[in-house]
């Protein structure tokens, strides 16, 4: 795909744009360079203030209108979430902002030196490879604390979101940022090989799907390079017989139609405990029913378009082999024509047995599929049953069952009565195929530095 602005809603290509040149490329990365060379040795200070004044700007009521309706454009996010994501990113500045200092303080260690001690040191350029999904929200949990801790950033944004990759940058910039700290580069996915083979770039991160994470280590193990991968998740959504029925369901939908369907985290396997299924499932049908679809610059949407035709057509399959395999489609199962655009029915599937294919796949979209199992170890073992592991979520009053499913589900966050979420002070990432390393918290601000040790006698 070329790197442009389709509207999903209207499959118009509103604006198209060409890759850098090789030529360009190395000059971009020696302005980089010559950047982190001098803004490694800047203070805390000066870059908290330079952060802050980028949150500023995300919460400015015109501004975030601005950038949120870029998103509702390029990717077809609802407008009301599109909101909520550029908040998001106002957060995470602040929190880095305030933070770093104290996650990147020496930390004195009593050993038979005079004096040692543990520092945190920049690593120079880190590559970021993001997704589409959420366009701004996975870029500024990235730049955040790589730019706090001394880094400097380089973005290679998803083709279909040009728009939102420069809008970012020019946050950075107006915000105060040194020229070359940051910088967007409109490349295609054939030339971040080249990117990534640069001595000048020493780490880089990738959210996005399996094969993509996978070509990024490869290459990137090739040159001794770190990286940081969070990829697929095909999440659990557990209801054992003590849940909060109607709780549950009303954030089993919000799980499930979050970005209408399209985030790694959604709930997308719904295990259900036979002694309430039937109640679940119910009101659970019932509120898929009432969710509105449409054009996703009202307000009033709750479901947009896909955002790709790709993504449409895999997402189509995907039902149609799982339906021939035995599945039963209890609501939705088609695309949706009251508008041009990359639309799909919210849709729920059951009866899935083990050969289904979509079992053990990664439903990208508005589909939920649902389990019924007849107790929590059941639940757990289905939970498990899957090659992904990013979040998990479960619902249930009983203590001693909380603490069982916290200690048994594979995965790299574990929600109990809540919606699996990414928070700026909590650490995030997965397990198995759904990647490693972490972003977020400390944890995530020492992904990208060197910890180095120094004893001094």
Request: aromatic fraction near 8%; glycine fraction near 8%; charged fraction near 15%.
């Amino acid at each position: 795909m070329g790197i442009a602005t389709v509207n999903p809603t209207t499959l118009e290509t509103l604006q198209s744009f060409s890759a850098l040149s090789p030529e360009t490329i190395q000059l971009k990365l020696a302005q980089s360079e010559s950047a982190f060379q001098s803004y490694r040795h800047t203070s805390f200070d000066d870059r908290r203030q330079w952060l802050l004044r980028a949150a500023d700007m995300l919460e400015n009521p015109d501004k975030s209108q601005q950038y949120a309706a870029l998103m509702t454009l390029e990717m077809g996010k609802p407008i009301q979430e599109a909101l909520g994501e550029v908040k998001k990113c106002a957060w995470v500045c602040r929190y880095y902002a305030e933070q770093a200092p104290l996650f990147l303080a020496s930390q004195t260690i009593e050993t038979d030196a005079q004096e040692s001690w543990v520092c945190y040191q920049p690593l120079g350029i880190i590559l970021a490879v993001m997704p589409w999904n959420f366009p701004f929200w996975q870029v500024f949990r990235f730049a955040a604390p790589a730019l706090m801790a001394g880094n400097v950033g380089i973005l290679k944004h998803a083709s279909n979101v040009p728009q939102c990759a420069l809008a970012i940058e020019q946050i950075l910039v107006e915000a105060g940022f040194p020229e070359g700290v940051f910088q967007t580069l409109l490349i295609s996915a054939q030339q971040v090989e080249m990117v990534v083979k640069d001595d000048r770039i020493k780490a880089a991160t990738l959210t996005g799907s399996e094969p993509a994470g996978a070509s990024l280590a490869a290459i990137a193990g090739s040159q001794i390079k770190k990286t940081v991968l969070e990829l697929g998740g095909s999440d659990p959504f557990i209801v054992l017989a003590s849940a909060d029925v109607d709780a549950a369901v009303t954030t089993a939908v919000k799980a499930r139609m979050l970005n209408t369907g399209q985030s790694c985290i959604a709930a997308k396997r719904f295990i259900v405990a036979d002694a309430i299924a039937d109640q679940f499932l119910e009101k659970f049908i019932a509120a898929f029913g009432a969710l509105t679809l449409g054009d996703p610059i009202s307000p009033q949407t709750n479901v947009g378009p896909l955002a790709t035709t790709a993504i449409l057509e895999e997402l189509e399959q995907q039902v149609q082999i799982a339906v021939a395999h035995g599945a039963q489609v209890l609501i939705g199962g088609q695309r949706w024509s009251n508008l041009p655009g990359n639309f799909y029915q919210p849709t729920i599937l059951s009866d899935i047995t083990k050969n289904n294919p979509i079992y053990s796949q990664e439903c990208f979209g508005p589909v939920a599929l649902v389990f019924r199992v007849a107790d929590m170890e059941a639940a757990i073992a289905l939970a498990n049953d899957s090659p992904f592991g990013l979040g998990a979520s479960a619902w249930t009053t009983d203590p001693q069952e909380q603490d069982h499913l916290i200690k048994r589900l594979d995965a790299g966050a574990v929600f109990i009565n809540g919606m699996v979420k990414s928070d700026p002070r909590l650490p995030f990432g997965g397990i198995k195929r759904s990647g490693y390393g972490r972003e977020l918290g400390i944890q995530g601000i020492h992904e990208f530095v060197n910890i180095k040790t120094v004893w001094v006698k």
